[in-house]
């Protein structure tokens, strides 16, 4: 008894000993974002830092940190668009010290289009990490003229699209419909009036779609199969599949790609912000960057990044963009108070309706 | 514990304090066996549903403000949308469960009473071992069996009793069958548990009295079994209500249940005091429909579920 009872105390003692001498930084990000070596590598570099990830998607991320008023996670990656009203709301974000962060080689147009969008009270809460987009996939040799937004309710190709039921979808169907869903956020009457149309529309259109997707990975299986021929998506699974089949690819809409920023907030009762800082600029560093691209297929916020892609995905984004779809993309505006809870009851009326 | 002012005065020992002392032994483990017990249902289950009932009750006004009241609930009852689902979510459990029954009395009749010994423990097991797979993987294997490049689809194709390939997913039928198979071990092992104990003499006596088949079945089998099939119906009916992932798996884009509901205001709209709301509307809910169809069967919860 007492042996057993002397073993415990030391294991508690030195595990409490090597507590104290390792930091451990809990980074809440997305599936792909802290690839194997990208930790390993870090963890060479800084010897006395634990990297422990746990993989998660904006409305989570937010709902694990409002859960602990931002305590468990020491940095997180919420989108650009998921800052303003969340730590409004909740307070669940604590200020970064810009200084601890080596901006110099960010691409200046991402990082102050994230400042703006998350600064309140002349502190900010977010920088930018990676961006990409969300479009269409379309398999070229059997729809080679899905081009839209609305091309994925055209009767052509009935029960052979899908689409994710998210608020992404709505804002996409409403550029179709030719409104501007983000200028009509600082009017929320009008902007219930577009909900309105965008919720008829792809209630007409539920006939056509053959399921939602909830993931990357339900997607793929669905458009290798064959059993559907083009979906909304994210740009990063289309290149994906582009390695698989040259057929998949990722088209821009007519209306422009919408662009998400993933960013990097630190939660409000984080407890390593030094190793959170590090991290932040490790992974923006150029060698670091090629092998994160590889990994989440998202471009990085600094300068000259798209060379950083490897090479396949670099064919992808060539198969994909023009510069003149550049140009065209448009970005996810903050979301201000209220307008969750007008797209959520969208959302509602579409899953419930019966269609097809 | 009256007597422990007593107890400390040990040793001038008449028989009476010895007693006393014996009894207070015997309190003293009595509490200490439901100390864990009642410190799990005061710790994890009522704290919690206080929690739950106050976030319920807090109507939200502007960013981090809050008033007390009873918004959350009046929402769900304006809204066609939540009540149809909570209705649809309700009918259908109700069909999962009779169909549970329908195929699990047989097999549980036939395991209880007809098998031998050494098979009747090897159809046990064979009930079993569907369990030791989590949800999720058995929900992807239907999606593999029944998605249209599916196993079944191409089999059929193959052997050219259709042209076109069959999407077998995505509809109430699917979910209805994904979640009968789920609960169906839920149901027979109360109701094995039940016929068990019954004595064959009992079988035999309705025959000796002139009784067919239907009729032993009628008024002696079900009559005795009634403690396994209400209990057995209880867990089903309450798991089938508040299952996620075979309805969310296998439904695909028809499929409204209501604990979608609840998680989509949780998680996506960031609404915790509706979903706290409609996660007690589902409890009520479910309660009634247990409570309604112990009256309309004649049974309580304590010669039923107590007995098997």
């Excluded at chain 2, 109360?190 to 064959?200: A, E, F, I, K, R």
């Excluded at chain 2, 509706?274 to 009520?284: P, T, V, Y």
Aim: net charge negative; proline share 4%; hydrophobic share 45%.
């Amino acid at each position: 008894m007492k042996s057993v009872l002397s073993a415990i105390t030391a294991s508690v003692a030195l595990s409490l000993a090597s507590g104290a001498q390792a930091e451990t930084l809990r980074l809440l990000t997305w599936g792909s974002y802290a690839p194997d070596n990208v930790i390993e590598m870090f963890e060479e570099k800084y010897p006395d830092i634990d990297v422990e990830v746990t993989y998660s998607n904006n409305e989570e991320m937010i709902a694990k940190l409002r859960a602990t008023g931002g305590a468990g996670f020491d940095l997180a990656q919420p989108s650009h668009d998921r800052i303003y009203a969340a730590q409004l709301e909740f307070d669940i974000y604590k200020p970064l010290d810009l200084s601890q962060i080596d901006t110099s080689n960010m691409t200046p147009k991402l990082l102050d289009g994230v400042k703006e969008n998350a600064t309140i009270d002349g502190e900010v809460y977010a920088v930018p990490h990676q961006w990409g987009t969300t479009g269409l996939m379309v398999n070229t040799a059997e729809a080679p003229d899905v081009k839209s937004w609305g091309d994925l309710c055209d009767p052509a190709y009935q029960g052979k699209t899908s689409m994710r039921l998210k608020r992404t979808i709505l804002l996409a169907t409403a550029y179709s419909l030719g409104e501007d869903p983000f200028a009509a956020y600082s009017d929320l009457d009008k902007y219930q009036g577009i909900l309105d149309d965008v919720t008829e529309k792809l209630i007409e259109c539920k006939d056509n779609i053959k399921a939602y997707w909830q993931g990357g990975d339900d997607l793929s299986a669905m458009m290798l199969s064959g059993e559907i021929v083009a979906s909304e998506s994210w740009d990063s699974t289309a290149y994906k599949l582009f390695g698989e089949n040259p057929d998949i690819k990722f088209v821009p809409p007519a209306t422009g790609a919408l662009a998400w920023i993933d960013t990097f907030v630190l939660p409000r009762k984080g407890k390593a912000d030094d190793a959170a800082y590090k991290w932040i600029n490790f992974v923006l560093q150029p060698e670091i960057v090629e092998l994160m691209s590889a990994s989440t297929g998202a471009i990085a916020s600094i300068n000259g990044a798209a060379d950083l892609l490897p090479a396949d995905k670099k064919a992808a984004v060539n198969a994909a963009f023009s510069d003149a779809d550049i140009d065209n993309l448009k970005f996810f505006a903050n979301i201000p108070p209220g307008v969750e809870d007008m797209e959520g009851k969208a959302l509602e009326k579409i899953k419930a309706a019966t269609g097809g | 514990m009256v007597d422990a002012a007593d107890s400390v005065l040990p040793c001038i020992c008449g028989t009476g304090e010895l007693i006393a002392v014996g009894s207070d032994i015997r309190k003293l483990s009595l509490l200490l066996l439901f100390l864990p017990f009642s410190l799990w249902i005061l710790l994890l289950i009522i704290l919690p549903h206080v929690g739950m009932v106050v976030l319920s009750l807090r109507e939200k006004v502007a960013p981090r403000v809050y008033e007390f009241g009873f918004g959350n609930y009046i929402d769900f009852f304006m809204e066609p949308i939540y009540w149809n689902t909570l209705i649809r979510t309700g009918l259908m459990s109700l069909l999962v469960t009779f169909l549970a029954l329908l195929i699990g009395f047989p097999v549980a009749y036939y395991i209880a009473k007809l098998a031998g010994n050494r098979t009747k423990g090897m159809l046990f097991m064979l009930c079993l071992i569907p369990l030791w797979v989590s949800d999720l993987i058995r929900a992807f294997g239907w999606i593999l069996l029944l998605r249209e490049s599916g196993i079944i689809s191409s089999f059929l194709m193959s052997s050219g009793l259709i042209d076109t390939p069959i999407e077998f997913l995505y509809t109430d039928a699917t979910v209805i069958m994904g979640l009968v198979y789920t609960v169906m071990l839920f149901m027979i092992v109360p109701l094995v548990s039940t016929l068990d104990g019954m004595d064959n003499a009992m079988i035999e006596a309705g025959y000796n009295l002139g009784g067919n088949g239907f009729t032993v079945l009628r008024r002696i089998i079900i009559p005795y079994a009634m403690p396994g099939i209400v209990s057995g119906c209880i867990v089903v009916f309450m798991m089938t209500a508040g299952s996620y992932l075979t309805p969310i798996l296998m439904g695909g884009k028809n499929s409204s249940w209501f604990t979608e509901q609840i998680y989509d205001q949780f998680i996506s709209r960031y609404n915790w005091e509706s979903g706290a709301a409609f996660g007690f509307l589902l409890l009520a809910f479910t309660s009634v429909v247990v409570w309604l169809g112990l009256k309309l069967s004649g049974q309580t919860l304590s010669s039923t579920v107590a007995k098997s």
